[in-house]
């Protein structure tokens, strides 16, 4: 385990970690979460750990099974004006992830990627190009309002049955084929997209492409696996 500051002479008071130094120095933080100041620990070490989470360009914990819904909650407490990058990849523990708009508003790219635990997503993000949420095997539900996002992975989300999703920029989404219980897509530069199987049920289903003009092509809905109920709206046109 990380240390989380060095022990004093005679049992004292633990003294800093020079990796907090570096990474007040360098706007990074790529150690185990561990490494952080732990509060407890020292007086002055509940600021320093909150100093280096606010000036840090890019936080990257990789394969910590420390990151969990405690940590996120205390990520985005505060807004984290300087984010950039945040990589969580391989967090084992961390099961649901909130990020609320306006808290980082500079985060380009997010990294949720082997979080075998995840299940439900939501965030909003104005800044946000890139989101990778690839073999997450237990994600069901993803809520992603990101209107700038060009790139969105979702590969081997095999359990994903409840997308909700919005990007003014997107251009390819191939969701996993997989029975979905609700699919909402308001990516009005999408050329091509291959709806996956509707589930029959109680569910409302609703797929919507909206654009300004003519340009989603080659949009298929299973006919056959698309209850009465469901909508599909593109270009303006609606299908029932």
Same mark, same amino acid.
């Given at each position: 385990?990380?240390?989380?500051?060095?022990?004093?002479?005679?049992?004292?008071?633990?003294?800093?970690?020079?990796?907090?130094?570096?990474? *007040?120095?360098?706007?990074?933080?790529?150690?185990?979460?561990?490494?952080?100041?732990?509060?407890?620990?020292?007086?002055?070490?509940?600021?320093?750990?909150?100093?280096?989470?606010?000036?840090?360009?890019?936080?990257?914990?990789?394969?910590?099974?420390?990151?969990?819904?405690?940590?996120?909650?205390? /990520?985005?407490?505060?807004?984290?004006?300087?984010?950039?990058?945040?990589?969580?990849?391989?967090?084992?523990?961390?099961?649901?992830?909130?990020?609320?708009?306006?808290?980082?508003?500079?985060?380009? %790219?997010?990294? *949720?990627?082997?979080?075998?635990?995840? %299940?439900?997503?939501?965030?909003?993000?104005?800044? *946000?190009?890139?989101?990778? /949420?690839?073999?997450?095997?237990?994600?069901?539900?993803?809520?992603?309002?990101?209107?700038?996002?060009?790139?969105?992975?979702?590969?081997?989300?095999?359990?994903?049955?409840?997308?909700?999703?919005?990007?003014?920029?997107? /251009?390819?989404?191939?969701?996993?084929?997989?029975?979905?219980?609700? *699919?909402?897509?308001?990516?009005? %530069?999408?050329?091509?997209?291959?709806?996956?199987?509707?589930?029959?049920?109680?569910?409302?289903?609703?797929?919507?492409?909206?654009?300004?003009?003519?340009?989603?092509?080659?949009?298929?809905?299973?006919?056959?696996?698309?209850?009465?109920?469901?909508?599909?709206?593109?270009?303006?046109?609606?299908?029932?």
């Amino acid at each position: 385990m990380a240390p989380k500051g060095k022990k004093g002479k005679k049992g004292g008071a633990p003294k800093p970690d020079s990796g907090w130094q570096k990474a *007040l120095g360098n706007f990074k933080w790529e150690r185990p979460l561990e490494a952080l100041p732990d509060p407890a620990a020292a007086p002055n070490f509940g600021e320093i750990r909150a100093t280096i989470l606010h000036v840090c360009q890019l936080i990257s914990i990789l394969w910590s099974s420390k990151v969990n819904e405690a940590f996120i909650d205390e /990520l985005f407490r505060a807004s984290r004006p300087s984010l950039e990058k945040l990589e969580l990849r391989g967090a084992t523990s961390l099961a649901r992830f909130v990020m609320p708009d306006n808290i980082a508003n500079a985060l380009k %790219e997010l990294d *949720l990627s082997c979080c075998t635990a995840l %299940e439900y997503v939501f965030l909003e993000s104005s800044s *946000l190009e890139k989101l990778s /949420l690839a073999r997450c095997g237990k994600l069901r539900t993803g809520h992603i309002v990101a209107r700038g996002l060009k790139e969105l992975n979702l590969h081997e989300c095999n359990e994903l049955v409840d997308l909700m999703f919005w990007s003014d920029n997107v /251009l390819i989404l191939n969701p996993p084929y997989k029975e979905k219980d609700r *699919l909402e897509l308001y990516c009005p %530069e999408l050329k091509g997209f291959h709806c996956p199987p509707m589930k029959l049920g109680s569910h409302i289903v609703q797929v919507f492409l909206l654009a300004n003009r003519p340009r989603v092509e080659q949009v298929q809905v299973p006919l056959a696996n698309r209850p009465r109920f469901a909508a599909f709206h593109a270009s303006g046109r609606t299908i029932q």
